[in-house]
């Protein structure tokens, strides 16, 4: 099976649901939260299905720049849709379906850069898997944390929008932020020690730079969390903290890519 069905299918699916809960929101009107999780498990599926085929690589994984954006994009999406079964933070789902849509047209049609395919290894698939949870966490965070600046921009100015409107409580949204900061970086610390154990060499060349500022990033988000727990940090402050150590971590991995790819062809 060709993936080019799937990808289509799914991007119009993303984009269906996008324009849904944005129209109700735009009318000051909430948007029916199972409607949304139906459409998004549904597009998630062919999500699932392309990403499926264009992974596979005789037995290895193929993952260059633009199906690692898919993949990641695929796994936020999924947290989230999980998310909202028991916590509010489908209003993310706004913001996700768009770039699910964006990633997974790009996977299909974006010429690949080049890349070896990875082994199918057992300690490499669990560091590949525990780095994709963790960005997948991460990544949920600072679209909480944006969320969480133009909620704050909005009260404090009192014209709170329609999307405003169905967001739960301040207080909730920076607890929810704090949740899926610690959670990813428990993972970013997991995704490290596995890469530690499994991987021959952190430090080789092609790795030195993605090591170093993901490095970097565990650092920041690790101060960012004892800055909360110790110095009670919100806010301005939490949301500036997050999107350095985000910075850093995007930087480490696509920036990596996007060079060894694109650039160096290596």
């Known amino acids: 099976m060709h993936p080019l069905l799937p990808s289509l299918a799914a991007a119009f699916l993303y984009a269906g649901a996008a324009a849904y809960q944005g129209l109700h929101l735009k009318k000051r ?10 459409f998004g498990a549904l597009a998630l599926l062919l999500h699932g299905v392309s990403l499926f085929f264009q992974l596979n690589h005789g037995g290895a994984l193929n993952l260059d720049f633009f199906n690692a954006a898919s993949l990641i994009a695929c796994a936020v999406i999924a947290l989230i849709l999980l998310a909202c079964l028991r916590i ?6 706004l913001l996700l379906f768009p770039l699910g849509a964006m990633t997974v047209l790009l996977a299909e049609f974006m010429p ?3 890349i070896s395919p990875v082994q199918a290894h057992p300690g490499i698939l669990a560091h590949i898997l525990l780095s994709i949870l963790a960005y997948g966490l991460l990544t949920i965070a600072v679209f909480q944390s944006i969320l969480l600046l133009l909620q704050d921009y909005q009260l404090k100015h009192k014209h ?5 409107k169905n967001f739960p409580p301040l207080q909730t949204m920076e607890s929810l932020l704090f949740g899926f900061l610690l959670a990813g970086w428990v993972a970013l ?3 490290l020690l596995s890469g530690a154990l499994f991987l021959d ?7 030195a730079h993605k090591t170093i500022l993901s490095c970097f990033a565990w650092v920041v988000f690790a101060v960012l969390l004892w800055g909360r727990h110790q110095m009670g940090w919100r806010g301005h402050k939490a949301i500036r903290w997050t999107l350095a150590g985000f910075c850093l971590l995007m930087l480490a ?9 694109f650039i160096l062809h290596v």
Do not use: C, M, W
Not at 88 to 93: A, E, G, K, R, S
């Open 160 to 164: 709170p929008s329609g999307l405003i």
């Open 253 to 261: 991995y696509f920036g990596s890519k996007l060079v060894r790819e």
């Open 29 to 38: 009107s909430t948007p029916d939260k199972r409607l949304l999780v139906v």
């Open 189 to 191: 610390s997991l995704s």
């Open 201 to 207: 060499d952190l430090f080789a060349q092609h790795l």
């Open 88 to 93: 509010p933070v489908q209003n993310l789902l």
């Open 112 to 114: 690949s850069g080049t």
